[in-house]
């Protein structure tokens, strides 16, 4: 069992959206815009692995930290479909960052997509009742 350093990574680019996500006041940390982003990356099946690490956009597990290792473990037996990556935190940590990039690069398809702000913040809604219906 390889029990993980409780932070993960993701890119740069990333890290430019989570700035944007986070001057609409929607979420109350920047942990709760990635785990978003990290379901939006599940959801559309896309996953970008994290090259250029944004600095200073490590993100260390707020409150408890179980309910965020579920989380990443998760999205980890989801992608890889083993059950032994449980077992391996740093592992399923990556996983989680490569979806919340993929995540991250749909919302910013959405941002340049729409033409309104009202429009881009009714496409997150709209994607927050949609993921959370299938779940």
């Known amino acids: ?4 350093t409780w ?3 993701i890119d740069e680019k990333s890290a430019e959206v989570l700035e944007m996500l986070n001057q609409q006041d929607i979420f109350n940390s920047n942990m709760e815009i990635v785990m978003f982003a990290a379901a939006v ?3 559309y099946d896309s996953f970008i692995e994290t090259k250029n690490q944004a600095k200073g956009a490590g993100f260390r597990w707020e409150g408890p930290a179980k309910d965020k290792l579920t989380s990443a473990h998760y999205l980890a ?25 993929g995540g991250f690069k749909k919302i910013r398809e959405w941002s340049e997509e729409t033409q309104t702000q009202d429009g881009f913040l009714n496409e ?5 009742a949609s993921i959370s219906s299938s779940s």
Request: glycine fraction near 8%; charged fraction near 20%; avoid cysteine.
């Open 7 to 9: 932070a993960f990574y």
């Open 1 to 4: 069992m390889t029990r993980g």
């Open 124 to 128: 997150i809604l709209n994607t927050m």
């Open 41 to 43: 990356g599940q959801h």
């Open 77 to 101: 037996l989801s992608k890889t479909k083993d059950i032994a990556i449980i077992l391996d935190d740093n592992k399923s940590y990556e996983i989680l960052a490569g979806y919340a990039n």
